[in-house]
């Protein structure tokens, strides 16, 4: 997906303007609104013990939000909502900008040899504290597909009115969540054996 291509065009333009009017729309209300964003987003991860990720490929299918307490574009939590973007096109380039910088590329199917590792996360629960997806990862040929559920929790909030602060949390959860997933050695026996 090139966002600037995208963003660039006609419909593009119109279908940026009705993304923000729904945020818009979706966020009036009582309780504080912490605006996310995939650009902003700088995976701060060590690298070094996950080096045999560099120079492999990967296809990112279908992310999936199967949470219901959550809205096309929000999570919540104690009287604050975070998002901005559709949640699962937040995901889906937060989790490209981190393997990225693993030194994977992220391809689309039409381009991806035969035999590329493929991706599909489905976030299952979505709040403030913590974040769960089910991962369904497929290798080579003949290879089983590995499905497993990754969890992570946040850390307590410091201050609850501090919104750089929570948009700087909700950044480091989503970190640790692709972290606990690339650190798997079942995870790695398929993307990057």
């Known amino acids: 997906m090139n ?10 333009l119109k279908l940026g303007f009705l993304a923000a009017l729904a945020f818009l729309i979706s966020t009036s209300g009582c309780g504080t609104t912490i ?12 690298t070094a013990p996950l080096a045999k990720y560099s120079g492999k490929a990967i296809v990112m299918h279908n992310f999936e939000n199967a949470d219901n307490d959550t809205s096309f574009y929000l999570y919540h939590g104690q009287g604050r909502r975070y998002g901005g973007p559709v949640l699962t096109s937040y995901f889906w380039y937060c989790f490209k900008s981190t393997f990225t910088k693993l030194g994977v590329n992220v391809l689309d199917e039409a381009q991806a040899p035969t035999g590329t590792p493929a991706l599909d996360v489905r976030l299952t629960h979505i709040n403030e ?3 769960t997806v089910v991962a369904t990862v497929s290798g080579a040929t003949g290879q089983p597909p590995l499905q497993k559920e990754y969890s992570i929790s946040g850390p307590p909030i410091a201050d609850p009115k501090d919104q750089a602060a929570l948009e700087s949390r909700a950044y480091s959860m989503m970190t640790a969540l692709f972290g606990a997933m690339v650190s798997d050695p079942q995870f790695q026996a398929v993307v990057a054996p």
């Open 3 to 12: 966002k600037s291509r995208l963003l660039s065009s006609p419909v593009g």
């Open 35 to 46: 605006g996310l964003s995939s650009d902003r987003y700088m995976p701060k991860l060590d």
């Open 129 to 131: 504290a913590g974040f």
